[in-house]
């Protein structure tokens, strides 16, 4: 497999100082930047998963940490803030440590959506979708939200899902550039990282 350097930078976002490991690969041919879950961090193993699939296929990745983690904050700020913050992450990566390369979006669940949400503002090539939140669970005495396909729908690039199987915020349908994955597990997506880090393998090899 392919060898990467790893380096950390802070940056300055509109919202406070994002994180970003930046995995540089040698001679790298694109760029993969992967936004974490709403109460996670970088270290899921779907994200660790897909970083390495894209390291195997010659990909640097930049895994980012919003502000709101990087201050401690467990709590996540609106979304309008989180692709601020996102946008500007994106923006200077694309001129500075990714310059010159073909940008895929992508994240974990909360970091999915964001990625869908900025995709064209992002000039994204295509979307990494892990573990996407289509639908929250209902609450008892609380009347069902509204699903977010529409998120999904938005983006008009290549686009992949990777979703457990049993993933309790549901399963989103496939659409004429939208793959949708199925491997064993639930949201976290812990069960089975060989099934998702060859998910992502095999898509970003036809990139």
């Known amino acids: 497999m392919p060898t990467a350097t790893v380096t950390t930078i802070t940056l300055t976002t509109p919202h406070g100082e994002a994180r970003v490991h930046v995995h540089a690969a040698e001679n790298a041919h694109g760029a993969l930047v992967l936004g974490h879950g709403a109460g996670g961090g970088v270290e899921a193993p779907d994200l660790v ?4 699939a894209a390291g195997r296929q010659g990909f640097s990745v930049a895994l980012v940490e919003q502000p709101y983690r990087v201050a401690g904050r467990r709590s996540s700020p609106p979304a309008h803030h989180l692709d601020a913050a996102w946008l500007a992450v994106v923006g200077e990566l694309a ?3 990714l310059s010159g390369l073909p940008l ?8 999915a959506r964001v990625a869908c949400r900025t995709a064209s503002e992002a000039g994204a090539a295509a979307v990494l979708c892990l573990a996407f939140p289509l639908q929250p669970p209902a609450r008892k005495g609380k009347p069902l939200a509204p699903d977010r396909l529409h998120e999904l729908e938005a983006v008009e690039v290549p686009l992949l899902v990777v979703q457990g199987e049993g993933d ?7 659409g004429p550039i939208r793959e949708v994955v199925q491997v064993p597990g ?8 060989e ?6 393998e095999d898509w970003l090899a036809r990139r």
């Open 186 to 193: 639930d949201h976290s997506l812990r069960k089975d990282s």
């Open 49 to 52: 998963a897909a970083t390495e």
């Open 168 to 174: 309790r915020f549901g399963m989103p349908p496939p």
């Open 104 to 111: 895929i979006a992508g994240g974990r669940s909360a970091g």
């Open 195 to 200: 099934a998702v880090r060859a998910a992502v």
């Open 95 to 97: 001129q500075g440590q």
